[in-house]
């Protein structure tokens, strides 16, 4: 089975890789795991790309690996193999092209579980990857 791991380092993720790991029923005989971190590019670092103010002080870059490292070493623990692919762009429709573009089988992530009125106002990254593809996704809360 393809697997798609959506992972942040946020504790949404580690309930998503916790099930994961209790669940070895979902994983199945030969299992092929993709953990992706989707970098959603910060306004500041937009800014200062387009020369709107030189003067802004610039946005450190962030180190995926580092942020998602004990959730890809739980995994490893476990015996799994693990891949992680950084991609940048709107986290959902990252997530789904991803799954889409290796023919993943499942989609497994956390979620913040916001009320209605958040996530109409604020958007979910789990309703647009469940909008954007064919792919089950499996959602932890």
Known sequence: ???LLA????????????YLLAHPELL?????ITCVFVETPPPL?????????????SVPPIDPA??????????????????LVV????PG??????????GCELIVMGSHGRGLFRR???GSVANKVLASCNVAVLIVR
């Open 1 to 3: 089975m393809r697997i």
């Open 7 to 18: 992972i942040d380092g946020s504790g949404h993720s580690h309930k998503a890789v916790d």
């Open 28 to 32: 199945g005989g030969r299992t092929e």
């Open 45 to 57: 670092r937009m800014v200062g790309a387009l020369g709107a103010d030189p003067g802004m002080p």
């Open 66 to 83: 580092a942020i998602v490292a004990p959730l890809l070493e739980k995994l490893r623990a476990a015996g799994l193999a693990v891949e």
């Open 87 to 90: 991609r940048e762009g709107d």
């Open 93 to 102: 429709l990252e997530i789904a092209q991803l799954a889409c573009d290796r």
């Open 120 to 122: 109409a106002v604020l």
